[in-house]
Every structure is written in structure tokens, then in C-alpha cells.
């Protein structure tokens, strides 16, 4: 079984930043491709970014390209996503994923491991 635990959520201010973990535990991280979801009230959970096993290959949806950045540290079993320039239009909950299967994948359905998700609240 997989642990998998977001911090770093929180409340700011349109323009700024904050920069989300995700922690695994409990199998090998290294073996798994990792996406950030997000979603807001009303709407559906959407894919925002994938990072394959190595960190050598990223995704992002395109509204976000420039503004997100996902990293991996295998060491620390960790996967990090950078928000900048954040707007009121990002306030959702923020979900991390893991997938066993090689690839990426921008639905839900492709992942095997979730996390609890964490609160992102931009303020306009």
C-alpha cells in the first residue's frame, strides 16, 4: 500500500506564490509517475501536471504552462509543485496522484494512489 500526503496549501494573495509537497511512502516512489489535479467547488477534478518516474519528462496543461512548475526529489520521496503569479481562478483543491504505468495521463482514472488533497485560496 502507498501513503500519499499534500502539504503546503494555503491562503494568498492574487500575484503570489506557495509551493505544494507531495509525500509518498509505503512502496518504491521512484517506480511512479506523479500528477498534480486540481479541483473547485462545482467543477470537475482536471489535470494540472505530470512528472514521469526520473523527473526527466513534465506535462502541464497549457492555461498553466509558465506559471506551474513540477519537481521531483527521489531521495526525499517527494513531488513538488511551484505556483507563480497565482490568480483567483486557481483557488481549488490541489490533489496529488501517483500512476504505476509508464506515461502520462490527464485523467483521474489513470491513477492508482491519491492524497486527502490540500486548500489553495487566492484572493483577488
Known amino acids: 500500500q502507498v501513503q500519499v500526503v499534500e502539504s503546503g496549501g494555503g491562503l494568498v494573495q492574487a500575484g503570489g506564490s506557495l509551493r505544494l509537497s507531495c509525500a509518498a511512502s509505503?512502496?518504491?516512489?521512484?517506480?511512479?509517475?506523479v500528477a498534480w489535479f486540481r479541483q473547485a467547488p462545482g467543477k470537475e477534478r482536471e489535470f494540472v501536471a505530470y512528472?514521469?518516474?526520473?523527473?526527466?519528462?513534465?506535462e502541464y496543461v497549457d492555461s498553466l504552462k509558465g506559471r506551474f512548475t513540477i519537481s521531483r526529489d527521489n531521495a526525499k520521496n517527494t513531488v513538488y509543485l511551484q505556483m507563480n503569479s497565482l490568480k483567483p481562478e486557481d483557488t481549488a483543491v490541489y490533489y496529488c496522484?501517483?500512476?504505476?504505468?509508464?506515461?502520462?495521463?490527464?485523467?483521474?482514472?489513470?491513477?492508482?494512489?491519491w492524497g486527502q488533497g490540500t486548500q489553495v485560496t487566492v484572493s483577488s
Open positions: 509505503g512502496r518504491t516512489f521512484s517506480s511512479f509517475g
Open positions: 512528472i514521469n518516474w526520473s523527473g526527466t519528462t513534465e
Open positions: 496522484a501517483l500512476r504505476g504505468l509508464s506515461g502520462t495521463n490527464h485523467y483521474p482514472a489513470g491513477y492508482d494512489y
